[in-house]
């Protein structure tokens, strides 16, 4: 047609370009107003010709603003859809670099159930919460506009908010209103519990998950091996092994511990089972209740020790170390439990191991000799008469003489003269008087004819005090 200019009724439409033709067009319904043209067309002719809006993708013209909808331009009349919640709105939503929703822009929210169910059958909500939608009904869930957004709700009050949108839509709409959101319930809350952490890649979404039962605050998610504690629950307690992990106290392995300052369980000593403190290193105290296996207590201490460990100078008696007699180098129990019975001495210090007795003593100990015919040297026992000796009783076979070979003589006891054997006046032989012209005394034989005597005589004064058998002394002869 090429037309420069059309009748009233008809509106000039360039549909091919390149020809530049102009056609004119017939409004299909002027009642309607409703258009059969493109709609960039359209738009411009609401406007102009009948001074009213157009919706965005239509080609109707309206006289006013609809529900749900808002002014994008105000040259053509052009209105856009508001975000799905919204009755009536001053713009679209504003998102974020992300693409979630900062804003939806909401005048006023959606007000009636049907509008609701509506906006969750058009948004594809899935079907696992619809039947939640329509199960609580009851609950009378209401629109609630905070800051230009809307959002579907129940029980709302100050500390509690539950939404009935599906989770992932929830994040921003907790925040919404200044509160946190479970992780995996749809419901937000005003002041998290100590109970619960931010999770680390939600920080800008106010999602939170419960800490660990053994957690009274916690720094993250937790696992079997690592519950994350801050803070333990009553009951739980952390270790030294771990600053984050808190283990039920009856888990506790029994050589630990719990220091009353920190509330935490250190290890006992190593020789420990279990133990009421650390090793103490001022007084060498392990503390230990009961020792493990392998190991004893030391009478009279908290200390446990291995007997190899403590280079044998001590024995055990009925599960417990005592200390060897002081002069061991090693020791056993005998069997009056006595804690001498020496198993051998420190030959550095002079000490010896005395036969018999399994004491240790210096090699000078009274009535014993010490025997270097060993590998190592022993104290042997001297013959009853002496005090010290070099060796113990010889009998002489040719003599028929046995030698005491004594040193000294032992109290009581004196030397017969020119021998080393000692003798009381017990078990002297006949004829012999103790000479105590000088000290020390010493045993001397009689003159032949005494019996016994005072002092040595000779034929002319034997100073006998009785006589041999078969004689008798002078004075009982009859005249």
Same mark, same amino acid.
């Given at each position: 047609m090429n037309c420069l200019t059309c009748s009233e009724d008809k509106i000039i439409y360039e549909y091919n370009i390149d020809e530049h033709l102009k056609s004119c067009f017939v409004i299909h319904d002027d009642k309607s107003k409703t258009f059969y043209i493109p709609s960039s067309n359209i738009i411009s002719s609401c406007k102009q010709k009948y001074g009213e809006y157009i919706i965005e993708n239509t080609n109707k013209c309206i006289d006013k603003i609809q529900e749900g909808y808002y002014v994008a331009n105000e040259t053509?009349?052009?209105? #856009?859809?508001?975000?799905?919640?919204?009755?009536?709105?001053?713009?679209?939503?504003?998102?974020? #670099?992300?693409?979630?929703?900062?804003?939806?822009?909401?005048?006023?929210?959606?007000?009636?159930?049907? #509008?609701?169910?509506?906006?969750?059958?058009?948004?594809n909500i899935r079907s696992f919460i619809m039947s939640r939608i329509y199960n609580r009904i009851n609950n009378n869930p209401i629109m609630i506009r905070n800051d230009g957004n809307c959002f579907v709700v129940v029980n709302y009050n100050e500390s509690n908010i539950s939404f009935f949108i599906d989770i992932q839509t929830m994040y921003g709409n907790c925040l919404f209103f200044n509160k946190s959101i479970f992780y995996g319930e749809n419901k937000c809350i005003s002041k998290p519990e100590h109970t619960f952490y931010v999770l680390d890649n939600d920080r800008n979404t106010g999602v939170i998950k419960n800490c660990s039962d053994a957690c009274d605050y916690c720094?993250?998610?937790? *696992?079997?091996?690592?519950?994350?504690?801050?803070?333990? *629950?009553?009951?739980?307690?952390?270790?030294?092994? #771990?600053?984050?992990?808190?283990?039920?106290? *009856?888990?506790?392995?029994p050589n630990y511990y719990r220091n009353i300052f920190d509330n935490i369980y250190y290890k006992c000593h190593e020789n420990c089972c279990n133990c009421t403190a650390g090793f103490n290193v001022f007084d060498g105290n392990m503390n230990c209740i009961s020792c493990k296996e392998g190991f004893y207590k030391l009478n009279g201490t908290n200390n446990c020790y291995n007997r190899t460990l403590l280079n044998g100078s001590y024995y055990l008696k009925e599960d417990m170390l005592f200390h060897c007699d002081k002069n061991c180098l090693t020791c056993s129990k005998d069997k009056n439990n006595l804690s001498n019975n020496c198993l051998s001495c420190d030959i550095n210090k002079g000490l010896y191991l005395v036969e018999k007795l399994n004491n240790c003593e210096y090699s000078n100990y009274s009535g014993y000799y010490l025997d270097t015919n060993h590998n190592i040297p022993i104290l042997k026992q001297c013959y009853n008469s002496c005090k010290t000796c070099n060796r113990y009783f010889e009998y002489n076979i040719s003599t028929n003489v046995g030698n005491h070979n004594c040193i000294e003589c032992k109290e009581g006891y004196y030397f017969k003269y020119k021998t080393i054997n000692c003798y009381d006046n017990k078990t002297i032989e006949e004829s012999y008087y103790l000479d105590k012209g000088k000290t020390p005394y010493i045993w001397k034989k009689c003159y032949e004819r005494c019996k016994t005597c005072d002092k040595y005589g000779d034929f002319h004064d034997m100073h006998c005090l009785s006589c041999k058998t078969n004689l008798i002394k002078e004075k009982e002869l009859i005249p």
């Open positions: 053509t009349g052009l209105l #856009s859809k508001c975000y799905q919640l919204c009755k009536f709105c001053s713009g679209g939503i504003i998102t974020d #670099s992300t693409g979630k929703t900062i804003n939806m822009q909401c005048n006023e929210c959606l007000d009636d159930i049907d #509008s609701l169910m509506d906006f969750f059958i058009n948004t720094l993250g998610d937790f *696992s079997s091996e690592n519950t994350n504690c801050l803070n333990c *629950s009553k009951g739980y307690y952390k270790t030294e092994d #771990s600053n984050t992990n808190c283990i039920l106290e *009856s888990l506790i392995k």
